[in-house]
């Protein structure tokens, strides 16, 4: 039985339409049923859409300050969606502990840095600015502390000499789309923890391709 998926977006899209790629595969053991945007016109919402996947927009601005109401309405559109795992994916707004808790252990999220370095906002800005050699992605379960809660999967990248933010950024989002799908699967098989060094740092193959993840 596939384990039922939620995806929330503010944005772009490209980690959720990585979840939906892995989903086509019959063997894959979750199926994403629903993408929720707080953003009308996240360029997600299209790309959920063509997948034949309901994109719903619960936009956050007609609820003014109040969180809570919002994300009441976010968590009445997974529940009617028998939703089991939620998969924040650029899902840029901070969430309530009233929210969290209610899906504690079993809402996941990607965030752009190796946790539990650089966690929050500008995290490539922030990796070149601090000198770093190695930078990634971890996928990792979502607590009240921001970007705390238990690593799931990371994968590694080079620091290079002329990197820039844009640059960087792009190596890392493609180890993002590589791990969140693996990340899920594990977690949706009940598998323990997976990581995924990436081929560029440690010249490994994955470790799905080695038969570990
Ligand atoms: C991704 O790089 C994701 O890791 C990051 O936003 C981007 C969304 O891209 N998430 C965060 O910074 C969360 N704090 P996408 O919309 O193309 O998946």
């Known amino acids: 039985m596939k384990r039922r998926v939620g ?19 019959p063997d894959y053991p979750a199926e994403i049923v629903l993408v929720i945007s707080n953003r009308p016109h996240a360029p997600g919402m299209a790309l959920a859409s063509q997948a034949g996947v309901e994109a719903r927009a619960i936009d956050h601005r007609r609820f003014g300050t109040d969180r809570a109401s919002h994300e009441t309405v976010i968590d009445a559109a997974l529940r009617d969606a028998r939703v089991e795992i939620v998969c924040l994916a650029g899902y840029m707004r901070l969430l309530t ?13 990607i965030h752009p840095s190796l946790l539990p370095a650089f966690p929050g906002l500008h995290t490539h800005e922030r990796a070149l600015a601090a000198g770093v050699k190695l930078h990634g992605c971890t996928v990792h379960l979502v607590t009240d502390a921001m970007d705390q809660g238990t690593i799931l999967a990371q994968a590694a990248v080079p620091v290079l000499a002329d990197d820039d933010a844009d ?13 969140y799908p693996l990340a899920l699967r594990a977690f949706a ?13 440690l010249r490994n193959p994955l470790p799905n391709e080695r038969g570990l993840a």
Request: glycine fraction near 8%; proline fraction near 5%; charged fraction near 20%.
């Open 189 to 201: 098989e009940g598998r323990p923890a997976v990581s995924a060094p990436a081929d560029a740092v």
């Open 97 to 109: 502990p009233s929210f969290v808790g209610a899906w504690q252990g079993q809402m996941l999220n």
């Open 167 to 179: 640059r960087l950024a792009a190596r890392v989002l493609a180890e993002e789309h590589v791990i």
């Open 7 to 25: 995806v929330l977006i503010s944005g772009r899209g490209s980690n959720m339409a990585a979840l939906l790629d892995a989903a086509r595969d």
